[in-house]
Every structure is written in structure tokens, then in C-alpha cells.
Nanobody, 124 residues
Framework: QVQLVESGGGLVQAGDSLRLSCAAS????????MGWFRQAPGKERNFVAA????????YYADSVKGRFTISRDNAKNTVYLQMNSLKPEDTAVYCC?????????????????WGQGTQVTVSS
């Protein structure tokens, strides 16, 4: 069982940066891949980024590649999403998630553990 709690969201202007954090409970955090997803109002949940259990491999949606960076600190049971050059279209609720396995996947249906999410709003 993994419990996830996100923080770091807020209201920013276009071009600003934010860093989201996701704190995980449980001793198995370092054994699991992790991911970030986002959901805008009236839209489906979309993959943003994922990271392997070691942190050596990362994957990004094309829409955020070059602007967002996912990282993890297994000693702190925390995964991060650094978001730079934010755009109004990045506005969404951002959730961290874990598939509960070591394999990195991008489909939300493959993730078993989810946080409640943190709101990110980017004004133009």
C-alpha cells in the first residue's frame, strides 16, 4: 500500500516556474516507478512524466518535454516535478501516481495508487 500526498501547486503567470512535490508513505517507495498526470476541467486525465525506480530513466509527454523535469529522492520518499516556462494550457490538477511496480508505464489505467492532486493555474 502506498499513500501519496502532493504539494506545491498555486497560481502563477505565464513563463513562471513551480515545483510540485509528492510525498509517499511506506517502505516500498524505492521499489516503484512513479508518474505525474494532469487533468484540466472537462478533459481526460493525461500523462505528464514518469521516472524509473532508480531515477535514471525519465519519460515525458511531448507537450512538456524540455520544460518539465521529473526527479525523485528515495531517501525522502519524494518525487518532484519541476515545471518551467509555464503556459496557460498547463492549467490543471496535477496528481502523482504509482503503478505499484518497478515498470515505467504511461497509461493511467496501469497506475494503482493516486494522490488527491494539487491545482496549478497559469494566467496569461
Amino acid at each position: 500500500q502506498v499513500q501519496l500526498v502532493e504539494s506545491g501547486g498555486g497560481l502563477v503567470q505565464a513563463g513562471d516556474s513551480l515545483r510540485l512535490s509528492c510525498a509517499a508513505s511506506g517502505r516500498t517507495f524505492s521499489s516503484y516507478a512513479m508518474g505525474w498526470f494532469r487533468q484540466a476541467p472537462g478533459k481526460e486525465r493525461n500523462f505528464v512524466a514518469a521516472i524509473s525506480l532508480s531515477g535514471l530513466s525519465t519519460y515525458y509527454a511531448d507537450s512538456v518535454k524540455g520544460r518539465f523535469t521529473i526527479s525523485r529522492d528515495n531517501a525522502k520518499n519524494t518525487v518532484y516535478l519541476q515545471m518551467n516556462s509555464l503556459k496557460p494550457e498547463d492549467t490543471a490538477v496535477y496528481c502523482c501516481a504509482s503503478p505499484g511496480a518497478q515498470w515505467v508505464v504511461t497509461s493511467p489505467t496501469r497506475y494503482n495508487y493516486w494522490g488527491q492532486g494539487t491545482q496549478v493555474t497559469v494566467s496569461s
